[in-house]
């Protein structure tokens, strides 16, 4: 019997995503692009160890909001903030499983872009296009809200102010796009979510992945 995909070489590996064994060059070919990897198989984490070992710097100019400079220590003043926004995501994973790297960029990206705009005085939101994205952005959106509301009610505590929200915001951002490495089916960051905060990280489907055309 030949690999499923290719109908040429022998399989080799069992792959969780399709649910029966496939060559080893259709697995690496294929990891992230037709097939849905799940984030604990054993070959996408032995391509994530190689992936970090040879990450190399982005560069300046290609990270999201280059012009946003972000203040000593405001990590340290928002960790509920970043708590906030990373476990919204984590908890949108548990509804769209299909969720990926590119679609939680887009929602970050509209994200900075509001609260850029309401730091400078002015009320403008364009959300994406659609889907997965457009519907992650809304509950971002809502999470800062309901956290604020929180903070307000617990006098003791910093609110979150609109800059901090960008800051925040980009920083996530950047940090997606330092670990993704651009397959569409990537969700190196998730995984990353995953690992920082375990709590509210969903269960893997045990069901087969395969993105059909």
Do not use: W
Not at 164 to 175: C, K, N, P, S, W
Request: proline residues 9%; glycine residues 6%.
């Amino acid at each position: 019997m030949n690999c499923p995909i290719c109908d040429r070489r022998k399989p080799a590996r069992q792959c969780p995503a399709r649910g029966d064994a496939i060559c080893t060059i259709c697995c690496g070919q294929e990891r992230e692009l037709s097939l849905d990897c799940p984030h604990d198989c054993i070959y996408l984490l032995r391509a994530r160890e190689q992936e970090e070992a040879h990450r190399q710097s982005v560069p300046p100019g290609e990270l999201p909001f280059p012009g946003v400079v972000l203040p000593t220590g405001v990590l340290d003043l928002n960790r509920a903030l970043v708590a906030a926004l990373g476990t919204t995501i984590l908890g949108f994973l548990a509804e769209a499983p299909r969720l990926n790297d590119a679609d939680v960029a887009a929602s970050l990206h509209a994200l900075a872009e509001t609260y850029r705009t309401l730091t400078s005085g002015l009320i403008y939101e364009k959300p994406p296009q659609g889907g997965p994205a457009r519907e992650l952005y809304a509950k971002l959106r809502d999470a800062v809200q309901e956290l604020k509301k929180e903070q307000l009610a617990r006098a003791a505590l910093p609110v979150a102010k609109d800059s901090d929200v960008l800051y925040i915001t980009v920083f996530l951002a950047r940090v997606l796009r330092a670990r993704s490495n651009g397959r569409p089916r990537c969700r190196a960051f998730l995984d990353f979510l995953r690992a920082q905060f375990p709590q509210a990280a969903p269960a893997e489907r045990d069901a087969p992945r395969i993105i059909v055309p």
